[in-house]
């Protein structure tokens, strides 16, 4: 369970893969924090993030599927065929995933 209550910061803050040199356009709906809301640009290069407000929106995503791919449980594809609230083009929902290092949901062994 995650809840991203600054996502800016959230977003800011996180580490990323060192090889990332991407740019997503997102539009984030949040139903419970007006700061949340609305468009923002995530521009990842060296293993850190700047993140401005404005930009085209292209991937619109609701805090709760932001929240699964910034802990990296779920991939875009995963959340659409679940039912959650992303879209956007195919090549702005793959820079996502390689943002985010979405290689599938977590897991550990069970040898305790």
Do not use: K
């Not at 060296?46 to 404005?54: H, I, K, L, S």
């Not at 085209?56 to 805090?63: I, M, N």
């Amino acid at each position: 369970m995650l809840r991203l209550v600054r996502i800016a910061d959230a977003l800011r803050l996180r580490g990323y893969n060192a090889a990332v040199d991407s740019e997503v356009h997102l539009h984030v709906t949040d139903d419970l924090l007006p700061g949340n809301r609305g468009p923002l640009v995530l521009r990842v290069r060296d293993g850190r993030a700047e993140v401005t407000p404005g930009g085209r929106g292209e991937v619109r995503v609701s805090e709760r599927a932001l929240a699964s791919l910034y802990s990296g449980f779920a991939t875009p594809a995963t959340l659409q065929l679940g039912g959650a609230a992303i879209e956007g083009p195919d090549r702005a929902l793959a820079d996502l995933a390689t943002v985010f290092g979405c290689g599938g949901p977590p897991w550990m062994t069970d040898f305790f």
